[in-house]
C-alpha cells in the first residue's frame, strides 16, 4: 500500500497525539518487515545495509563497494519487504552520492514500486577525516545527499533524513525534510556492533539529540525529530534520551533485527541442544 506524504504524517502526528513515541523499524528481510509491522512499527526503513547485516556482517559494509546500494534496495523492495507489508508506509534508503544514477529517474522507480518514503542511506555523513573532505571536494559529499532529499521532498515523498550535526540538521530542514534523525554512531552490542568503550555514553546522547532538534526547529518549526544508534540499542536506552529531550522517536535497525535475532537463535539453539536424547545412546 502507498501512502502520500500527508498521509504518512498524519499517522505520525496521531500517534505523537496519542502519546506513543514513533518508531522506525530497519527490514533487511521480509520476516523483519513483517513482524516489525505485527510490532507496531510506524516506518519500515529499507537500507542497502539491512542485506549485509543479516547476512553476518558489520552494517558499514553498507557504505563499501560490495555492491550496488540503490540497486540492492529497489530489489528488496520488489522481492522481499513490500509484496509483505499490509498497512505500514515503506521507506527506501537512498544513496543520493551515487554518481552513475540520474537521481529523479530513480526516485520515480521508486515511487512506482510503492515506497513512501525515502531516506539519505547510506549517507556520507559517517564519514570522516580526510577521506570525507577528499570526498567533499569531488562532487560525492553531503550536498549531494541535500539535492536528493529536496528532489524527492517536491515529488511527494515523507521524507526522513539522517543527520549528524546541528548544520546538517538545518540544512535538511531548509530543503522540506519531515523528519530528521539524529544518529550519533554505529549500534553497540551484539557479535558485529560497536563496544561500549568505543561509543558515545547514553548520558551524553540526549544533549547531542538536542542540539540537532534546536537547530532543525530553529527552521522548520513543525519538523519531527527522532534519534538512532550508538548507545541508544535498547527499549531502555531509547526511553532514557527520549525523556530527556525533544526527540519523538527512535529508528533502528540492528537494535531491531539484528540484536534480537542474535539473542533468540542462539538461545533457541541451546534450549534444543539441552533436550535428553532419549534412550537410544548406543548409534
Request: proline residues 4%.
Amino acid at each position: 500500500m502507498i501512502f502520500s506524504r500527508e498521509d504518512v504524517l498524519r499517522r505520525l502526528r496521531m500517534e505523537i497525539s496519542q502519546g506513543r513515541p514513533i518508531v522506525g523499524a530497519g527490514a533487511g528481510t521480509g520476516i523483519s518487515a513483517k513482524f516489525a509491522e505485527q510490532g507496531g512499527a510506524d516506518l519500515i526503513i529499507v537500507y542497502n545495509s539491512g542485506r549485509f547485516r543479516m547476512a553476518g556482517h558489520g552494517s558499514l559494509a553498507g557504505l563499501l563497494a560490495y555492491g550496488d546500494a540503490n540497486a540492492i534496495v529497489k530489489e528488496m523492495g520488489e522481492r522481499e519487504i513490500l509484496p509483505v507489508m499490509r498497512d505500514v508506509p515503506v521507506i527506501a534508503g537512498v544513496m543520493g552520492t551515487d554518481p552513475l544514477r540520474r537521481m529523479e529517474h530513480l526516485l520515480a522507480e521508486l515511487d512506482a514500486l510503492g515506497f513512501s518514503g525515502i531516506n539519505n542511506f547510506p549517507t556520507v555523513g559517517l564519514i570522516d577525516g580526510r577521506f570525507r573532505m577528499e570526498l567533499e571536494r569531488t562532487g560525492m559529499g553531503f550536498a549531494k545527499e541535500v539535492a536528493m532529499i529536496r528532489a524527492a521532498h517536491e515529488r511527494g515523498f515523507f521524507t526522513c533524513v539522517y543527520v549528524f550535526n546541528p548544520d546538517e540538521a538545518a540544512t535538511m530542514a531548509q530543503v522540506g525534510a519531515d523528519a530528521v534523525i539524529a544518529h550519533v554512531g554505529l549500534t553497540v552490542g551484539g557479535s558485529i556492533g560497536l563496544s561500549d568503550n568505543d561509543a558515545l555514553s547514553l548520558d551524553k546522547a540526549p544533549a547531542v539529540v538536542q542540539a540537532i532538534a534546536d537547530a532543525a526547529k530553529r527552521i522548520k518549526r513543525d519538523v519531527l525529530v527522532l534519534c538512532h544508534g550508538g548507545p541508544i540499542a535498547t527499549p531502555e536506552d531509547a526511553a532514557y534520551v527520549l525523556s530527556r529531550c525533544d526527540a519523538l522517536g527512535f529508528v533502528g535497525a540492528s537494535s531491531m533485527e539484528r540484536l534480537p535475532v542474535e539473542t533468540a537463535i542462539a538461545t533457541t539453539t541451546r534450549a534444543f541442544k539441552s533436550i535428553s536424547p532419549g534412550r537410544r545412546t548406543d548409534l
